[in-house]
């Protein structure tokens, strides 16, 4: 596939990169989509990555469909689809280090609950990065904080791809399309709508001053709706810091990640 890939860049051809883990649905293919109308060549991977999973047992029970995803792909005129091993992407073993200084990102929100995901992140986005060597790389603003950790990633590195941060695509009822939505019965998945509901609630609520109220009676809401929450915050938009006391000025984007279930959900919404 490098070898491929070199000589396509050889002549001069603008190459497109979307990483997934599979169990594709909608909001990957928009991702796809949006790279074949913005390059000449579409790669796609699929590769679920093992250093990524804090939870064992998220791993095992993370979705394959295989199949499905390759015709997903092929229907949509993907240029290459890249299915790596994970002796291929780590040929020196899983172990996990702490290679990638993340500052703060990696203690906050998604890094404090899901401690070394960032990490496997790095790792496995670093690997495939160096494997492809994009122009574009495509990501969804569904993992907001993942999208700039990668940033931090590409600056740490001075890899010379540009990343490109696409919208979240959201099924009829507002639940962001995820491939663990396959693991919610069908009365968690219109229940999970709540998620985006709520943040759409704090959106329209919120004012300039002090956000401690609207957020706790957003997540008790969601509580007694019968959901875990691990998070529910309005941040910066620009460094994912808490905002206490709104000025109504700074970009902010509220947070959250909750359970149902057994099944974990996170969603954002842009407020300004
Ligand atoms: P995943 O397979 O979950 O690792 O996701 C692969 C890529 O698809 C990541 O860049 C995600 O942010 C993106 N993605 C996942 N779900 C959505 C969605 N509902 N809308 C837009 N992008 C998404």
Request: with cysteine; proline share 4%; glycine share 8%.
């Amino acid at each position: 596939m490098g070898r491929y890939l070199q000589k396509q860049r050889n002549k001069g051809t603008v190459i497109g990169f979307v990483p997934t883990m599979g169990a594709l649905h909608e909001g990957h293919m928009n991702l796809v989509d949006t790279c074949k109308g913005q390059t000449g060549l579409s790669v796609c991977s699929i590769f679920v990555n093992p250093t990524q999973f804090n939870d064992p047992s998220d791993f095992e029970k993370y979705p394959v469909t295989l199949e499905k995803d390759l015709k997903m792909l092929s229907d949509a005129g993907t240029s290459v689809v890249f299915l790596p091993s994970v002796k291929e992407i780590y040929p020196n073993g899983l172990k996990l280090e702490n290679q990638y200084d993340l500052g703060d990102l990696e203690t906050k929100l998604e890094g404090k609950y899901r401690p070394g995901h960032f990490q496997g992140v790095c790792q496995v986005v670093d690997k495939l990065l160096e494997m492809t060597s994009p122009d574009i790389l495509f990501m969804g603003q569904k993992d907001y904080q993942q999208c700039m950790v990668v940033q931090k990633l590409i600056d740490l590195k001075k890899i010379p791809t540009r990343l490109q941060t696409c919208p979240t695509v959201r099924e009829s009822s507002g639940l962001a399309m995820s491939s663990r939505n396959m693991r919610l019965s069908t009365e968690e998945r219109a229940l999970a709508a709540r998620i985006h509901e709520t943040l759409q609630q704090i959106k329209s609520e919120l004012k300039p001053g002090d956000t401690s109220g609207i957020l706790k009676s957003a997540a008790q809401r969601l509580t007694d709706a019968g959901f875990k929450v691990d998070y529910l915050e309005i941040c910066t938009a620009n460094g994912l810091d808490k905002i206490d006391n709104w000025d109504g000025k700074t970009p902010a984007i509220a947070v959250v990640a909750a359970f149902l279930g057994n099944v974990r959900l996170i969603d954002n919404l842009i407020i300004k």
